[in-house]
Structures are given as structure tokens and as C-alpha cells.
């Protein structure tokens, strides 16, 4: 394998740019939307619901069928899916009647594309690169999506003043069909599948199971990995209601927070993009597990008056959680048969998704019942000993020393 990787990537890269630009965009425009139409909070947590159920019900279908089908396919058809969704909904808008209920159904049906074309286009990176480039190219992707999360919001919360909805819904469409197109001129390979063999999906879903499973270091990285999500998830949602009434903030200074920690994970992701690291990535994440749950539990002991110290932690919380990103993925990458890593991926996200909607539908009770500042020293504490008990785990840490 010569430099073409390093063209083919360069291609998807710019691509897919577009098409999460966009779509952050178009997210937070709708986030507008439905806080001016609705006023209500709750709302805004069943619209996040809607945007994750699917993806977490037909997560462990989907990757057995992207391990069976041809993954260019699949992603070209997936994001054409996204886009044909959201022209329709902008044709209901211009036809004004368009409903909440009309947004739900774009973000589930949204979802369902994202269940596809995620785990395809992970699956796919190690048919296409060096094996010691992945963690690489794991941290060039979360620059990538950094960049439009920082981006994203700025331009949807401007251009929803400026237009009405059913225009900045075409932006969504634009970075799609730019995805789709650049997808046009690369090769993606498949693996080789077993001739002769009987393709039976459910027996494929158990297989993609079976594959974290009879793993004892891929299992527990799994576990402490779902763990600390059901801790951070609920936290997350929490920051702007910290800087509201805790540090009795303004509007501006929780989106101040809201993007400082992408421009942290930017830090991150140019970090671990920058050049290949000789490092036990297993140990990395363990690490990043410590900072996170120490930016926490340090937030929720400042003061009333301590908010440049809210946002310093959070932008290191933010480089923690892209350094994080890259070490798991390029792990798993790694150490995961290309044939079968469209159910690994599905999988993890279908079980990594299941604590955020636990977090979204309780949240108002970790806000309300325990306090905003206990609730962050508490999580911080909890996350911090899950670490500990991951670098004392011996089969995890032995996971990056051993062959697949």
C-alpha cells in the first residue's frame, strides 16, 4: 500500500466535511426552532430521543448487514436517505404544515441513516489504510468533526435569523449530495467473504457479540467504556444550566461553553492526527477516563465566581474526550477483523447510546434531586474510580500488547 490512502482519504475527508457541517447546522437551527415554538425543555429532550432510538434499536442489524453489503453502497445510499428526508420536510415547511411532530420524524428517520452510515464508514477505514496510521486517522476524523461543531452552531443560529427554516434545511441537503458525490471518485474495498458459507443475520448478530465477548480486554474496555457514558451523558447535558444557575451566566457565555469544548476536542484531534504514537492505547484511555472525571469533580467544587475556571476545565475536558475517541477507535480498528467490524461498531454504538437516553430521560431528577454542583462531584468521583479500576484490569491492559 503506497500514498493513494492518503488521496483516497483526502476525498472522503472533504466530502464529509460538508455533510457534517451541515447537518451540525441544521441541528441546532431545529434546536432554535422548537425552543421558539415550544418553550419547553422537555420537548428539546424527546426531540433528542427521537434522534437516538433508532440508531440504538437497529444498531445490531445494521452492522451485520454492512458487514454483507457492498459499504460504499451503503453510505452513498444513506446519506441520499438523510437528504431526501430533510427535502421533504423543507417541502412541508414551504407548504406551511409543517408540525413538531413532522421534526420528530425527521430526526428518527435521520437516525436511521446515521445507524448505516457511521459503522460502514469505520468499518471501512482499515481496508483502506496502514494499520499504524488508524489511530492517526481516527484523530484527523475528530478534527473534522470539531470543527463543525464549533462551525455549525455559529452558522445555524445566523442563518435562522436570516431565513426561514425550510432554506436552512437545504444546507442539509447540499452537504449530503457533496458526500455522495465525492464518494464517485474512491474505491472502497470490501473484505473477503467465506465462500459457500449460509448468510443467516441473526446468527451474524450473535457473532458480532460473540466477538467482544469471547474477548476478556475488548469486554471490559466495553464495560468501563459504557459506564463512564452513563455518568458523562447526564453531565453534559448539564453545563448550560451550570452556567445559568450557577455562575448566573448569560446566553453568550453557554455557548462560550458549548464551544469550548469542541475547541478542545480539536486540540485533541490535531494531537493525536499530527504523527503516529507509539503508546499502549488502552492505557491512553484509562488516562483520559482520570482527566475527564477530574475536570468534573474540580467544576463542581468551584466557586459561584470561578467560570474562567469552568471554561479552562471543560476545554481540557473536551481534549480528553477527543484523545479518547481516537486511542478507542483506532483500537478497535486494530485489533478487529475487517470482515466483522460493521457489527463491533454497531454494536458499541447501540450500547454506548442506551446510557445517554438514561441520562436524557432522567435528567431532570440528577439536576433537581441531588443539585447541580453535587451532581458534577459526584459523576467526577465515580468516573475517576471506574479509571483506577480500568488500569488494574490486567486483560484489558494487555489488550494492545496482543495480536488479534
Not at 30 to 58: D, F, R, V, Y
Not at 157 to 183: C, H, N, P, Q, R
Not at 185 to 211: L, Q, S, T, Y
Amino acid at each position: 500500500m503506497n500514498n493513494n490512502w492518503k488521496r483516497t482519504f483526502a476525498i472522503i475527508w472533504s466530502g464529509q466535511f460538508f455533510s457534517i457541517l451541515t447537518s451540525s447546522l441544521v441541528n441546532f437551527a431545529i434546536i432554535i426552532w422548537l425552543s421558539l415554538e415550544t418553550g419547553s425543555a422537555e420537548m428539546l429532550a424527546w426531540a433528542a430521543i427521537a434522534g437516538l432510538l433508532p440508531q440504538s434499536i437497529i444498531g445490531p442489524f445494521t452492522g451485520a448487514l454492512i458487514d454483507r453489503w457492498n459499504r460504499k453502497r451503503i453510505m452513498m445510499l444513506a446519506d441520499s436517505f438523510i437528504a431526501l428526508c430533510t427535502l421533504i420536510l423543507a417541502i412541508l415547511f414551504w407548504i406551511d404544515i409543517a408540525q413538531v411532530w413532522h421534526i420528530f420524524g425527521l430526526l428518527a428517520l435521520r437516525s436511521i441513516g446515521s445507524a448505516f452510515h457511521m459503522p460502514a464508514m469505520q468499518a471501512s477505514v482499515p481496508l483502506l489504510a496502514l494499520t499504524n496510521q488508524l489511530t492517526r486517522i481516527a484523530g484527523v476524523n475528530q478534527i473534522i468533526a470539531s470543527v463543525s461543531q464549533i462551525a455549525g452552531p455559529a452558522l445555524g443560529a445566523m442563518l435562522i435569523t436570516i431565513w426561514k427554516i425550510e432554506y436552512v434545511l437545504l444546507f442539509d441537503v447540499a452537504g449530503a449530495l457533496i458526500a455522495v458525490t465525492s464518494l464517485f471518485f474512491v474505491h472502497i474495498p470490501n473484505p473477503e467473504k467465506e465462500e459457500g458459507v449460509e448468510r443467516d443475520i441473526v446468527r451474524e448478530m450473535k457473532e458480532g457479540a460473540m466477538i467482544i465477548l469471547r474477548n476478556k480486554g475488548l469486554s471490559w474496555v466495553f464495560i468501563y467504556d459504557i459506564s463512564v457514558a452513563f455518568f458523562i451523558i447526564p453531565i453534559s447535558v448539564l453545563f448550560p444550566l451550570m452556567t445559568f444557575d450557577y455562575f448566573n451566566g448569560t446566553e453568550f457565555q453557554a455557548g462560550i461553553i458549548e464551544a469550548i469544548w469542541s475547541v478542545g476536542a480539536l486540540i485533541g484531534g490535531a494531537v493525536m492526527g499530527a504523527k503516529v504514537y507509539k503508546i499502549n492505547r488502552v492505557a491512553l484511555i484509562n488516562w483520559m477516563y482520570l482527566v475527564c472525571g477530574l475536570t468534573f469533580l474540580l467544576t463542581g467544587l468551584l466557586s459561584p465566581d470561578g467560570f474562567v475556571w469552568f471554561a479552562v476545565l471543560t476545554a481540557i475536558g473536551g481534549v480528553s474526550g477527543a484523545v479518547y475517541n481516537a486511542a478507542f477507535t483506532g483500537l478497535l480498528q486494530t485489533r478487529i477483523e475487517p470482515g466483522v467490524l460493521g457489527r463491533v461498531f454497531s454494536m458499541f454504538f447501540t450500547f454506548s447510546l442506551i446510557p445517554a437516553m438514561l441520562g436524557l430521560v432522567g435528567i431532570g431528577f440528577l439536576a433537581d434531586g441531588l443539585g447541580l454542583t453535587t451532581s458534577f462531584i459526584l459523576s467526577g468521583s465515580i468516573i475517576i474510580v471506574i479509571g483506577i479500576a480500568a488500569f488494574l484490569t490486567p486483560p484489558a491492559m494487555r489488550l494492545d500488547r496482543q495480536k488479534y
